[in-house]
């Protein structure tokens, strides 16, 4: 089930649950694979205008987030 208060959300039912922005059918690790290559959130926004700039950066503040949350309960 998607939970819509989310920025990055999966659903079975699309792209297998691969996470996707919301409200889209395309995947968060786009996003990643761009920034990953030097391109900007700006140049993936105008590949993927479905997704918004504002989507793209509270998708990143969400992934940040988990990353620091998944840190902290796995360091001593």
Do not use: R
Not at 8 to 14: N, Y
Not at 34 to 62: C, I, M, N, R, W
């Amino acid at each position: 089930m998607i939970t819509q208060s989310h920025s990055i959300v999966s659903d079975p039912d699309i792209l297998g649950g691969t996470p996707i922005f919301a409200g889209t059918w395309v995947p968060f690790s786009y996003l990643m694979e761009y920034l990953e290559h030097g391109s900007t959130t700006q140049q993936f926004v105008a590949d993927y205008p479905s997704v918004t700039l504002e989507l793209a950066g509270k998708a990143l503040e969400e992934a940040s987030a988990v990353v620091e949350e998944f840190v902290h309960a796995h360091t001593a």
